[in-house]
C-alpha cells in the first residue's frame, strides 16, 4: 500500500488526509445547512475494515481513513438531534478490476461485490436507518 511511516513523503500524507479526510469536510459543509434547514437527512461515509489497526506499510491510508471514522462519530454527536443519521461502512477489500489486476494471486471471492456494499449503503440511507447513528459497520464480504 505504501512507505513505512518514516519514509512516506509529505505528499503522500497530504493527498490521503485530502481524498479521505478533508473532503468530508468539504462536503459536509455544502450539505449540512441544507439538512440542518429540512430537519433531517444521512449522511454515509466509507471507511476501511483495514484502518480498524495499524499494518505494515498503511500508515498514510489508515490515519486517513481513521481520521474519517471520527470524523463520522463527532458529526453523528453533532447532527443526531436535528434528524441527520451520520454512518460509516467499513469495506474490506472491493471486487473491482483494478484491485483484481493489483493482487493477481489473491482470492477475490473474499471480497465485497460493490453492489453488496450499495445495498448497506442503501440500507443506511433508508428510513428502516432512521435508529443508526454514529455506526461504524464492517461489510466484509465472504469469509
Given at each position: ?5 518514516h ?65 463520522t ?9 436535528q ?61
Open positions: 500500500m505504501g512507505e513505512p511511516v519514509e512516506t513523503p509529505a505528499g503522500a500524507w497530504d493527498l490521503m488526509m485530502d481524498l479521505n479526510a478533508r473532503s468530508l469536510i468539504h462536503v459536509a459543509a455544502a450539505v449540512v445547512p441544507q439538512m440542518v434547514r429540512q430537519g433531517a437527512g444521512r449522511i454515509i461515509t466509507v471507511g476501511a475494515a483495514g484502518a480498524l489497526k495499524g499494518a505494515a506499510g498503511m500508515g498514510a491510508y489508515g490515519a486517513s481513513k481513521s481520521a474519517l471514522m471520527r470524523l462519530e463527532a458529526m453523528s454527536a453533532e447532527l443526531r438531534d434528524g441527520i443519521n451520520v454512518n460509516c461502512v467499513l469495506p474490506s477489500t472491493l471486487d473491482t478490476p483494478a484491485n483484481r489486476a493489483a493482487m493477481p494471486d489473491a482470492d477475490p471471492t473474499r471480497w465485497v461485490a460493490p453492489a453488496a456494499l450499495a445495498e448497506v449503503i442503501g440500507f443506511l440511507a433508508s428510513d428502516g436507518a432512521r435508529a443508526i447513528h454514529g455506526a461504524l459497520m464492517p461489510v466484509l464480504g465472504r469469509v
